[in-house]
């Protein structure tokens, strides 16, 4: 038994486009979902996301490579012999059976005896909470119960690994944030294996164990939620996971255990030193520095101080954010928490400032 | 003022509909009435009815003879064979279809209805011509060395059946497309995800949920087959008998208007019957859906 529940190695999957050309989704993906977690496959529509759960499932075969699911390979094995289940982003209730007969659907086909199909199906109902809800048509229900039997349904088959694809894209923001967490305790609940394919950040970082962060095809970076966040290894999944900040600058000699980074005007920052691969001196570098690092009253820890003025202050209840412009004419975003009791900004527009931040609070990244 | 205004409305609409209305009561129900009326009454000698009309429960007496019953259910036989051979091939040709990307789905349509702009006999004798002794069918096989001497495809039951499939077979296509096109194969996924193999899933799912795709396709071939004149009379060769065929003989040959009558109103009540039943079973089925 492996200790992956689901294993892609080299994963690749081209399709033919709409005039003829060759569209690679998914390009030498290869990633390691541990047996129990909640893997999110986070990144913008076309990444490939859904195309490798897709694969996982059965429904595409790879071009190339191999995906092994408890260390079974999947190789031409079609979708209705493999052992997970899918919850769709459409739901696909079958319309034209009850709600009953649609949790019972796998079982019926894996031909369970009926008193256990019963009794599975209505412990299946309960667990999603909506109890005595056999005899009632898809149609009756609200998007969200729809949601909820969709899951039902596919729990009821016990699957090693429970695939989602955008399962809550269709609902509202509310009912959408109950709903996550809901699926949390859950997972935790069931203990089975659950792939969760979305393109909403938060939802990734509230929900995941793990995330894959996608793009092009490609599996830019993977990692546990503040890792992905703190510890971006790209630009792109800097932008892509919250707000940040980027200053270009070269790469300065190293002082006191900090690397040094000249940007523009002469000004140099110190930051955390850079993971591998490591820059050499007066290489092109890019500084990422999350806004809620940064900090409008120079504070006397932090190291670094960029000198600017305040151009608009947005006050949003918990945080107010300050857009500061540098003298050589970039903006940076200031977030800052509002303690005070009655929540006066720290700063008012076109007034002179100070951003100051912790070296361990910027990262330098190489591209 | 308001009832002024519901006056004209009122007035507008019959406006509207009596064309329609009096079109209908025309040439529609007065017919129908006639018809009524002449299966209820003895024939003339000549033809025609006995004047001054005799009232008769004969000639509806007589369509439970044997002979004609036998006929009838015969007619149904044909009728059954030939919707079943409609279903069969059209549901994968309308799969087929509804399959292709958007831009090909029309031509494709038009193809299955371009031979029914061509008159009905042109093209009942363009197939008669094909299936003959010396016809493009027979001629092949000769050709070919399969086959020693012209077979017998024409004047019997399998020319009769192949005519009336040729004839309805786009009847069946139609609604079918109609529902199998409707259909979201999404559903197929999920009953795979499940654990249901092709087979099954289209037992399952896709079946009964373009059912009444097909039951439309059902209705809309039996009815007219079962009732069929020119297709048995020309493949046929006056050798096999439907009940259409029996009806058009007693307007001609057997001058026998009140039995040509009464064997007419026999089966539109039985379709009326079967399309009844089709509504009551399937009604509430299409409802929730």
């Given at each position: 038994m492996s200790a992956y529940a689901v294993e892609l190695r080299n994963v690749s999957k081209r399709f033919p486009g709409p005039s003829g050309e060759i569209v690679a989704a998914v390009k030498n993906v290869t990633l390691q979902i541990r047996d129990g977690e909640f893997f999110s496959l986070l990144g913008p529509s076309g990444c490939g996301k859904t195309t490798s759960l897709r694969m996982i499932a059965g429904f595409e075969l790879p071009t190339d490579g191999e995906i092994f699911i408890h260390g079974k390979p999947m190789g031409q094995i079609p979708a209705f012999q493999r052992p997970v289940n899918t919850v769709f982003q459409q739901y696909a209730?079958?319309?034209?059976?009850?709600i009953g007969e649609n949790v019972a659907f796998g079982l019926d086909m894996k031909h369970t005896a009926k008193p256990e199909i019963g009794r599975r199906v209505t412990e299946a109902l309960e667990m999603v909470r909506l109890p005595n809800m056999e005899k009632r048509h898809p149609k009756q229900l609200s998007g969200g119960q729809q949601q909820r039997i969709a899951l039902a349904r596919a729990l009821v088959n016990r699957p090693e690994v429970l695939l989602l694809d955008e399962p809550l894209g269709a609902l509202d923001l509310k009912l959408r944030k109950d709903m996550q967490l809901e699926l949390k305790t859950l997972q935790r609940e069931v203990g089975i294996t659950f792939i969760y394919v979305t393109h909403d950040q938060e939802e990734a970082l509230t929900m995941s164990d793990r995330i894959a962060v996608m793009s092009q095809g490609v599996a830019l970076q993977v990692g546990p939620p503040n890792e992905i966040y703190?510890?971006?290894?790209?630009k792109f999944v800097a932008n892509f996971i919250g707000e940040t900040n980027f200053l270009e600058g070269t790469l300065a000699a190293p002082a006191d255990g900090h690397a040094q980074v000249t940007i523009a005007d002469g000004l140099t920052i110190a930051t955390a030193l850079p993971a591998d691969p490591a820059p050499t001196l007066g290489q092109k570098v890019t500084v990422v520095i999350r806004p809620e690092k940064l900090h409008l009253r120079g504070r006397a820890e932090d190291v670094n101080r960029l000198p600017g003025t305040v151009e608009d202050v947005v006050y949003i209840g918990t945080d107010t954010h300050y857009g500061v412009r540098l003298p050589s004419g970039q903006k940076l975003r200031v977030r800052e928490q509002n303690t005070d009791p009655a929540s006066r900004p720290l700063a008012q527009t076109g007034e002179a400032v100070t951003i100051s931040f912790l070296p361990q609070a910027a990262r330098v990244l190489v591209e | 003022m308001l009832n002024q205004i519901r006056r004209s409305r009122a007035l507008q609409l019959a406006g509207l509909l009596s064309p329609g209305v009096l079109w209908l009561v025309l040439f529609f129900n007065i017919p129908l009435l006639i018809v009524l009326f002449i299966s209820f009454v003895e024939r003339g000698r000549a033809g025609g009815i006995r004047l001054p009309p005799v009232f008769t429960l004969g000639n509806y007496a007589d369509f439970f003879d044997p002979l004609y019953l036998g006929i009838f259910l015969h007619s149904l036989q044909i009728g059954g064979v030939v919707t079943l051979i409609c279903i069969l091939l059209g549901y994968p040709l309308a799969y087929f279809i509804a399959a292709r990307p958007p831009r090909w789905r029309d031509g494709l349509l038009l193809l299955v209805m371009i031979p029914f702009w061509t008159n009905f006999l042109v093209r009942t004798y363009a197939l008669k011509q094909i299936m003959g002794a010396d016809g493009l069918i027979n001629n092949a096989l000769l050709g070919l060395g399969l086959i020693h001497a012209p077979l017998d495809?024409?004047?019997n039951e399998f020319a009769v059946i192949v005519g009336l499939v040729y004839g309805y077979l786009p009847f069946a296509i139609l609604p079918m497309y109609a529902s199998v096109e409707k259909f979201n194969y999404s559903l197929l996924e999920a009953a795979a995800d499940l654990g249901a193999n092709p087979a099954r899933a289209f037992w399952r799912v896709m079946l009964p949920m373009t059912l009444p795709g097909v039951v439309a396709a059902i209705v809309l071939t039996l009815v007219p087959v079962v009732g069929a004149f020119i297709t048995p009379d020309i493949m046929g060769g006056g050798k096999v008998e439907m009940i259409g065929t029996l009806i058009n003989r007693q307007f001609g040959v057997a001058r026998d208007w009140p039995f040509g009558s009464a064997i007419s109103l026999v089966l539109m009540a039985l379709v009326l019957v079967g399309v009844i039943l089709y509504f009551r079973s399937g009604g509430e089925e299409r409802r929730a859906l």
């Open positions: 209730l079958f319309p034209h059976l009850t703190e510890q971006p290894q790209s | 495809l024409l004047y």
